[in-house]
């Protein structure tokens, strides 16, 4: 199990950090997996930086990155609703809790079934 924490780094002019912990191991830095925010990840509205949060948070959790209708549904969901400037939590069993839910359990099968078939014929990973 891995623990997701995002920390507002200052008043004015600060950023969002974010890591991950492992259940064993040594906590390390979120990845930015850029795609709408090239400034960095955000939470608590529907702005690029909650996007790029929402992606970067299940692209961790998946192994891969996810379609942009699971990363925005989780965005909606999830991460809109932190409020900005304060600190976070999430677990990967809440993120599997979530993921479990009827309407995008079908999404997420269809996503890893074409990551496992892109990497037995050498493809790239699509975003």
């Not at 950023?15 to 709408?36: D, T, W």
């Not at 999830?78 to 809440?94: H, K, P």
């Amino acid at each position: 199990m891995k623990v997701y924490r995002g920390f507002w780094e200052g008043v004015h002019g600060g950023g969002a950090a974010v890591f991950v912990q492992p259940h064993e191991g040594v906590p390390y830095s979120l990845s930015h997996q850029v795609r709408h925010s090239p400034t960095g990840l955000g939470w608590g509205d529907m702005g690029s930086g909650a996007a790029d949060l929402a992606r970067s948070i299940l692209a961790d959790h998946l192994g891969f990155i996810p379609s942009p209708t699971i990363y925005q549904e989780f965005k909606r969901q999830v991460v809109a609703n932190w409020v900005d400037g304060r600190s976070w939590g999430l677990s990967s069993d809440e993120i599997e809790r979530y993921l479990d839910s009827p309407r995008l359990q079908t999404q997420v099968t269809a996503a890893r079934e074409l990551r496992i078939w892109e990497h037995r014929w050498g493809i790239g990973e699509a975003s």
